[in-house]
């Protein structure tokens, strides 16, 4: 059950995300960079806290996870345009 919370998690937060940079993309490729960008963000509560196994419900959790994958969006964005 743990895995399903967090791939909604990671869902929403790249659906904020992707509102918040302007990214535009299909569902898929969305839904898969999110569930990096939760990664990204699961790594940087390991390196700002000491631990990575922060509650579904925290503030800190949402944060992290919008905010990696913010970073990740962003990534693959300025890729993707430097390939046109």
Known sequence: M?????VIMGVVAAA????V????AGWPATVILAVAGSTVGGW???LLT?????????LPSWILAILGCMLVLWV???FTDARR
């Not at 904020?16 to 509102?19: E, G, V």
């Not at 940079?21 to 535009?24: A, D, I, N, Q, V």
């Not at 000491?50 to 925290?58: E, I, Q, R, T």
């Open 2 to 6: 743990a895995f399903v919370a967090w």
């Open 44 to 46: 940087m509560a390991a």
């Open 76 to 78: 693959f964005k300025k």
């Open 50 to 58: 000491g631990n990575s196994d922060l509650p579904f419900f925290s």
């Open 16 to 19: 904020i995300a992707k509102s």
């Open 21 to 24: 940079l302007g990214f535009e």
